[in-house]
């Protein structure tokens, strides 16, 4: 008896050892790599998680689907092609239902020159006979869960910004109404015209002019708007 309890007494001194063992190695092989690297390649302090990849500036892909109509369609967003807002709307999802109002009446505050796709889910999930009602008549509906997913939509009202020379997402982002959204816009394309040189310095008075211009587009208010001349007329402004 008192054999077999030396036997496994030294049977449990060797696992001890053979532990201890283990983790020295772990460790040294963790202390030769050096701590983790984030996405741009560069190595992270220890106990510092890498930060959660921006989808900004990722290439946009096509959205591509059914209309409310039943009839094929494909958004093509390729370098090159027009700036696009994809708004990512429900037909029963309740704040959306203001977006939907807007666009059909063509009074949605965006700047000139920026198209609008409405992508839905697919008829799974969505009624096409409830969206032909909301259809806006100049602006294409896209029925599309595979859109969804490829921007990795999170939730209802949700909007993408895809600059057109480049086709790529220059912002994303949950809304409640027009105002968020513009603001999404503004940000998005100064953010872009910083990273790249191509806008005017942060805080010049040209960058100030900029925002500013950017706001009144975004409210409907271009060059020769009368709310511009306080006696009614351009020439008057003039005078």
């Known amino acids: 008896m008192e054999a077999l309890v030396a036997v496994e007494t030294l049977l449990l001194v060797l696992l001890a050892l053979l532990v201890v063992a283990l983790l020295r190695s772990h460790a040294e092989v963790l202390r030769r790599l050096g701590p983790p690297a984030d996405a741009g390649g560069e190595r992270l302090a220890p106990g510092v998680p890498?930060?959660?990849?921006?989808?900004?500036?990722?290439?946009a892909p096509d959205v591509a689907g059914t209309t409310p109509f039943g009839e094929a369609i494909q958004v093509a967003l390729a370098p090159g092609g027009p700036s696009t807002l994809l708004a990512f709307l429900s037909s029963t999802c309740l704040t959306c239902e203001g977006f939907w109002r807007s666009l059909s009446a063509g009074d949605a505050p965006l700047p000139d020159g920026v198209?609008?796709?409405?992508?839905?889910?697919?008829?799974s999930h969505e009624s096409p006979s409830r969206l032909r009602e909301l259809a806006p008549p100049a602006i294409p509906v896209v029925m599309s869960s595979q859109a969804?997913?490829?921007?990795?939509?999170?939730?209802?009202?949700?909007f993408a910004y895809v600059d057109g020379p480049s086709g790529r997402i220059h912002g994303v982002g949950?809304?409640?109404?027009?105002?968020q959204v513009t603001s999404l816009l503004r940000d998005a394309l100064a953010d872009y015209g910083a990273a790249t040189g191509e806008g005017a310095r942060p805080g010049s008075s040209?960058?100030?002019a900029s925002r500013v211009d950017a706001e009144l587009a975004?409210?409907?208010?271009?060059?020769?708007?009368?709310?511009?001349?306080?006696?009614?007329?351009?020439?008057?402004?003039?005078?």
């Open 148 to 158: 969804w997913a490829d921007y990795e939509v999170p939730t209802s009202p949700y």
């Open 218 to 239: 975004a409210a409907g208010i271009g060059p020769g708007h009368p709310s511009l001349y306080p006696s009614g007329s351009e020439e008057g402004a003039e005078g």
């Open 115 to 123: 198209r609008v796709v409405v992508v839905t889910k697919g008829a």
């Open 174 to 179: 949950s809304a409640t109404g027009w105002e």
């Open 50 to 59: 890498p930060p959660p990849e921006r989808r900004d500036a990722d290439p």
């Open 206 to 208: 040209a960058w100030r």
